[in-house]
């Protein structure tokens, strides 16, 4: 008797032990890791990876500063509330504005994973946001699917906001963009 109680508790052993191999051998389905190296940006591309695990729309996450503090932030909900001005950039500032209690963000920094298309510069603008900091050009915008150049002449072209406008962290933000690639998304 005491011998099958040995026996079973080994057997029980091995199970464990083999489990435990077993599980960290199942590969990881996490949502991919993506780093960049400016704090808020990093806060801007997980806003776009939670709206493209949800099918929010776009891969496009904002983050809205003041004094180093984030005071604001949201992601594309075009296709999650059939709302065509929904863009992160459009939800970073209503969140933004509710957060402070003005529709005035003076003194505001945003950041946002693709250089805002002409509608969010202008919101960016009417808000009075001092800096833009962007990931992805217009032009990689176009290279997965948004339509934003196709605006741009009537706003006067990008030249005219180069001191505005300042891109960051190009490459994690194009790594972002790839995995939007690789997800079912609709282009609209």
Same mark, same amino acid.
């Given at each position: =008797?005491?011998?099958?109680?040995?026996?079973?508790?080994?057997?029980?052993?091995?199970?464990?032990?083999?489990? #435990?191999?077993?599980?960290? %051998?199942?590969?990881?389905?996490?949502?991919?890791?993506?780093?960049?190296?400016?704090? *808020? =940006?990093?806060? %801007?591309?997980?806003?776009?990876?939670?709206?493209?695990?949800?099918?929010?729309?776009?891969?496009?996450?904002?983050?809205?500063?003041?004094?180093?503090?984030?005071?604001?932030?949201?992601?594309?909900?075009? +296709? #999650?509330?059939?709302?065509?001005? $929904?863009?992160?950039?459009?939800?970073?500032?209503?969140?933004? $504005?509710?957060?402070?209690?003005?529709?005035?963000?003076?003194?505001?920094?945003?950041?946002?994973?693709?250089?805002? $298309?002409? =509608? $969010?510069?202008?919101?960016?603008?009417?808000?009075?946001?001092?800096?833009? *900091?962007?990931?992805?050009?217009?032009?990689?915008? #176009? =290279?997965?699917?948004?339509?934003?150049?196709?605006?741009?002449?009537?706003?006067?072209?990008?030249?005219?906001?180069?001191? *505005?406008?300042?891109?960051?962290?190009?490459?994690?933000? +194009?790594?972002?963009?790839?995995?939007? +690639?690789?997800? #079912?998304?609709?282009?609209?």
């Amino acid at each position: =008797m005491k011998r099958m109680c040995l026996i079973l508790l080994a057997l029980i052993l091995l199970c464990l032990v083999f489990s #435990a191999a077993s599980a960290e %051998a199942v590969p990881d389905t996490a949502e991919p890791v993506i780093l960049s190296e400016n704090p *808020y =940006m990093q806060v %801007a591309i997980d806003e776009a990876l939670e709206g493209i695990t949800n099918g929010h729309g776009g891969p496009f996450g904002a983050v809205i500063t003041l004094n180093g503090e984030i005071v604001g932030q949201g992601h594309n909900m075009v +296709l #999650a509330n059939n709302d065509p001005t $929904c863009h992160g950039e459009v939800s970073a500032i209503r969140d933004a $504005c509710a957060r402070l209690g003005t529709y005035d963000l003076s003194g505001c920094e945003l950041y946002t994973v693709g250089e805002p $298309c002409p =509608m $969010c510069l202008f919101a960016c603008l009417w808000a009075n946001i001092g800096h833009v *900091y962007y990931g992805c050009t217009i032009e990689d915008n #176009a =290279m997965i699917g948004f339509r934003d150049e196709a605006f741009d002449s009537l706003a006067g072209g990008r030249e005219q906001w180069a001191d *505005y406008l300042t891109c960051i962290d190009r490459e994690a933000c +194009l790594a972002l963009f790839e995995t939007y +690639l690789e997800n #079912a998304h609709t282009i609209y």
